[in-house]
Nanobody
Framework: QVQLVESGGGLVQAGGSLRLSCAASGLTFSIKTMGWFRQAPGKEREFVAAITGIYRTYFADSVKGRFTISRDNAKNTVYLNMNSLKPEDTAVYYC?????????????????WGQGTQVTVSS
């Protein structure tokens, strides 16, 4: 069965950096588009970034220039490198594996989800 496990969340000051990791198992990782979403209290889950099996990357406007997504296929792991963090980045961050043909910007375009990891940015 498919399992996605996020790690690396925590508390950081505004302007600081964090690296989130997502370890995947039970799927053909190297050909899967992988995504990161986040959900703040009272808000819907929103797209953050995605990376395809050929290493093409996509970002939400709110994080362009600050976040980088990458993958290590030998480790079945996808990363989200977050720099210049702002308080509005505070959320639970989720890793997801894409499925079907719906937009990669939509949560409906992903079949499998991790449990989430909390990121809190203080000012």
């Amino acid at each position: 069965q498919v399992q996605l496990v996020e790690s690396g969340g925590g508390l950081v000051q505004a302007g600081g950096s964090l690296r989130l990791s997502c370890a995947a198992s039970g799927l053909t990782f190297s050909i899967k588009t992988m995504g990161w979403f986040r959900q703040a209290p009272g808000k819907e889950r929103e797209f953050v970034a995605a990376i395809t099996g050929i290493y093409r990357t996509y970002f939400a406007d709110s994080v362009k220039g600050r976040f980088t997504i990458s993958r290590d296929n030998a480790k079945n792991t996808v990363y989200l490198n977050m720099n210049s963090l702002k308080p509005e980045d505070t959320a639970v961050y989720y890793c997801a594996a894409r499925g079907g043909s719906e937009s990669l910007y939509s949560r409906r375009g992903y079949d499998y989800w991790g449990q989430g990891t909390q990121v809190t940015v203080s000012s």
